[in-house]
């Protein structure tokens, strides 16, 4: 780094990394993924093959066909498992923007900075809030009306 611009940016970069990023791609993962069929992690066959025993096993039964293609039930509990810890939220996490004491710093000028941050991310919360609630966006309301949350 040679600059304050570069300071900035390196600095950007983590916060971005490790709050609406992670937010974004490791809270969201449970809700879809812990229902195993809609993840397989790994498929233990090919696609099989016209005039295959396999294939014929597939036209047979294909749910049979499937579940052989999926990983086995230890594996299955550690993925979901896995998959639930990165999707939890702790009991005493302070969210981007929130602090615990307001008394963190007696500098006005980043208190200051601070306050316009949070005033940002209200805004920011408060569009997702009327997208989710906005019945002409298929995405957030139809089928199931899951709205968005992760940020």
Same mark, same amino acid.
């Given at each position: 780094?040679? &600059? $304050?611009?570069?300071?900035?940016?390196?600095? &950007?970069? /983590?916060?971005? /990394?490790? #709050?609406?990023?992670?937010?974004? $791609?490791? !809270? %969201?993962?449970?809700?879809?993924?812990y229902f195993h069929p809609n993840r397989p992690t790994v498929s233990r066959r090919f696609m099989p093959e016209? #005039?295959?025993?396999?294939?014929?096993e597939?036209?047979?039964?294909?749910?049979?066909? !499937?579940l052989k293609t999926i990983t086995p039930q230890l594996? &299955?509990?550690? %993925? /979901?498992a896995i998959i639930e810890t990165l999707s939890m939220h702790l009991t005493d996490e302070i969210y981007l923007g929130q602090r615990d004491s307001l008394n963190w710093t007696a500098d006005d000028k980043p208190l200051e900075a601070f306050k316009g941050f949070g005033? #940002?991310?209200?805004?920011?919360?408060?569009?997702? /809030?009327?997208?989710?609630?906005?019945?002409?966006?298929k995405n957030r309301t139809e089928? $199931?009306?899951?709205p968005y949350t992760l940020l």
């Open positions: 780094m040679q &600059t $304050v611009d570069d300071l900035i940016e390196t600095c &950007t970069t /983590i916060i971005w /990394i490790a #709050s609406a990023l992670h937010a974004a $791609v490791n !809270f %969201g993962q449970y809700p879809y993924a016209p #005039s295959t025993t396999e294939y014929a597939l036209t047979k039964n294909a749910d049979l066909a !499937f594996q &299955t509990m550690l %993925g /979901i005033k #940002s991310l209200e805004l920011i919360e408060n569009n997702i /809030i009327r997208r989710n609630n906005d019945k002409k966006l089928p $199931v009306n899951l």
